[in-house]
């Protein structure tokens, strides 16, 4: 139950830096970034996998770089859901998810080197 929650502020801190640092992604206060986490979790678990099945084909065809408008539309999704979380245009619908993944990776190995007991996701 920790590493959930340790995972929930991990993606929830990350959201905070992508709305620094890609202009077109805002989050109005830190709750929001919590329901934005949990948002974004709901959306990779139940509507990414199938997204990425039927964009199979155009994933063949451009070599895998269609994954990043899959990665895109996702994190616009879970924005859509979260009041107070917004996305905007190409550039942050594009390098949103990116940052937020090296952020939640950085953040996500930090807690996993201060608590190596929990297994972090």
Not at 5 to 27: E, Q, R, Y
Not at 68 to 92: E, K, M, Q, S
Request: with cysteine; net charge negative; charged share 5%.
């Amino acid at each position: 139950m920790k590493a959930f929650f340790l995972t929930l502020l991990a993606i929830a801190l990350s959201l905070l830096v992508v709305d620094l640092v890609v202009p077109g992604v805002d989050l109005a206060t830190f709750p929001a970034a919590l329901l934005g986490a949990a948002s974004i979790g709901v959306v990779n678990s139940f509507i990414k996998p199938i997204l990425s099945v039927l964009s199979l084909p155009f994933n063949i065809v451009t070599l895998g770089l269609f994954s990043v408008v899959v990665n895109g539309l996702c994190f616009w999704l879970a924005a859509v859901a979260v009041p107070g979380f917004t996305v905007h245009g190409l550039f942050a619908f594009i390098f949103g998810p990116i940052v937020l993944s090296l952020v939640n990776t950085f953040l996500s190995n930090y807690f996993a080197q201060r608590e190596p007991e929990l297994e972090m996701e």
